[in-house]
């Protein structure tokens, strides 16, 4: 028994597709030919001619027929599954395939066929995975390229990563592609030197990052951030991310806090001096000296009043900047409101010998806060009779342009270069030598002009006079109803 359990097992036709009647029947064609043979070997010879034509004809057709059931059963399964594994070698998608086929196939051909399945499921799965990571990458990549921060991820030995919009900005790269290239060979400079200085203090402490303030690079400032890669694999070590910020914006507003500070103490000076100088003559002085007295008195109460207009400027700029300055729209007769401005400073300007000429009219209405435009009005030409030279000219005047309404303001002062006439506008800027004709002020009082022009939405801007001074251009939007005059 056991003999027989361990030999080879006995090959059946029927393993190979080859049916008992498809036996039977080539058996008999072959008896039918041996006898035949010997038909003609014993008999008469034409007798054996024709019976061995027969038997041979019929033995070709069993042979042919059994041929082609062997190629049914045996090549084509195998061809077929050759045709797929081509597919899978190639990479291409296999096609599927009948597990039919001689008996002594289909062992094989199911197993195949499960190994395929097994085959096409793990490559679904890649490829969902992969979809997976494609978009989580694309997501990364958005976040990235939105942040204003530039954001450079380099390797152990310092090449590039990975970078985003803003870094390739602010290191000036355009559209140069820096990945696999050395961080060092990108940038020169104060930025360079703090990047590579970040990398190695994060390798070399026990810091998590570091951070380099206030780095100049071109015309401007960064703050460098080195950060550790973070990964859950212990000792593996998948580089730095280094954060770019932008902060010259900063930087600029220090300046400027710094340049209202000097200003302000600057302008806060002097008067505050000459009250206190004054305050403490008057302390000395008796009822008799009324004249001495009366003069000092006269000199406090004009300082007092500088002093709080310059406090009403920094107070009024810092409403409107910060808008939370009272706005209370009307209807503002235009022709009017220009005409309230000069007679408020007709008498500053009679002080220095010259006349605020009003020419022309226009019929116009704006719908604005008239306190504040009248006092934007009043600030353009307080300056044009403070620039202006003793016995000058200052026009006031009218027109149209683009359907506003135009109030114009001329002066045959010295004048504002063409460099200079969109400074004049910012806060804190004055033109001229600050040591030799800058006049009093913090330098507000056009950038309020341009505020309050704003919230009425129109625009105010700066030319050249014909006067020979400067020219300023107060245009406001006008109502669809316009103002009678009688």
Not at 252 to 274: A, F, W
Not at 297 to 312: F, G, Q
């Amino acid at each position: 028994m056991a003999a027989q359990e361990g030999a080879n097992p006995r090959l059946d036709f029927r393993d190979l597709g080859v049916s008992r009647s498809m036996l039977g029947a080539s058996t008999i064609a072959l008896a039918v030919a041996s006898g035949a043979t010997t038909t003609l070997l014993g008999g008469p010879l034409l007798a054996g001619i024709g019976a061995t034509v027969v038997s041979s004809a019929i033995a070709l057709a069993c042979g042919h027929v059994l041929t082609r059931r062997l190629h049914l059963s045996l090549r084509l399964p195998v061809d077929s599954l050759l045709h797929t594994l081509d597919q899978i070698r190639l990479g291409g998608t296999p096609t599927p395939f009948s597990d039919a086929g001689a008996p002594l196939l289909q062992p094989l051909l199911r197993r195949f066929q499960m190994t395929h399945a097994a085959v096409q499921n793990r490559s679904q799965q890649t490829v969902a995975n992969l979809m997976q990571a494609e978009a989580a990458f694309d997501r990364v990549h958005a976040v990235l390229q939105s942040l204003r921060e530039g954001v450079v991820v380099v390797d152990t030995n310092s090449r590039v990563v990975l970078m985003n919009r803003n870094a390739r900005a602010m290191l000036g790269l355009g559209d140069r592609r820096a990945e696999a290239e050395p961080l060092p060979q990108l940038c020169k400079g104060p930025l360079a030197a703090a990047m590579q200085d970040g990398i190695a203090r994060l390798a070399s402490g026990q810091q998590r990052d570091e951070r380099i303030a206030d780095v100049p690079h071109g015309k401007g400032f960064f703050d460098v951030t080195v950060v550790q890669v973070q990964t859950n694999r212990p000792g593996q070590d998948y580089g730095k991310v280094l954060v770019l910020a932008d902060v010259t914006q900063r930087h600029e507003v220090d300046r400027l806090k710094d340049d209202l500070l000097s200003s302000i103490s600057h302008e806060l000076r002097t008067p505050l001096t000459n009250m206190v100088t004054g305050t403490e003559i008057l302390t000395t002085m008796t009822p008799t000296s009324e004249s001495e007295w009366r003069g000092f008195a006269d000199m406090l109460a004009t300082e007092s009043k500088r002093l709080k207009t310059l406090v009403d400027d920094i107070m009024e700029y810092g409403l409107l900047e910060n808008g939370r300055a009272e706005w209370r729209p009307e209807p503002t007769d235009v022709h009017d409101i220009a005409q309230q401005a000069a007679r408020t400073l007709e008498s500053a300007a009679t002080q220095k010998g010259q006349c605020i000429e009003v020419h022309g009219t226009i019929e116009a209405m704006t719908q604005c806060d008239s306190r504040r435009l009248r006092s934007a009005l009043c600030r353009i030409l307080d300056n044009a009779v403070k620039f202006t030279p003793e016995g000058g000219r200052i026009r006031l005047s009218f027109a149209r342009g683009n359907g506003n309404a135009e109030i114009r303001i001329d002066d045959s002062g010295k004048g504002i270069e063409e460099q200079d006439r969109e400074r004049v506008f910012e806060r804190f800027e004055q033109v001229g030598d600050v040591l030799t004709d800058k006049p009093k002020g913090t330098g507000l009082g056009l950038a309020i002009v341009r505020s309050v022009v704003a919230l009425a939405g129109g625009t105010v801007r700066c030319e050249a006079s014909d006067l020979g001074g400067a020219r300023f251009v107060v245009s406001l939007p006008t109502n669809s109803q316009v103002a009678a005059r009688g």
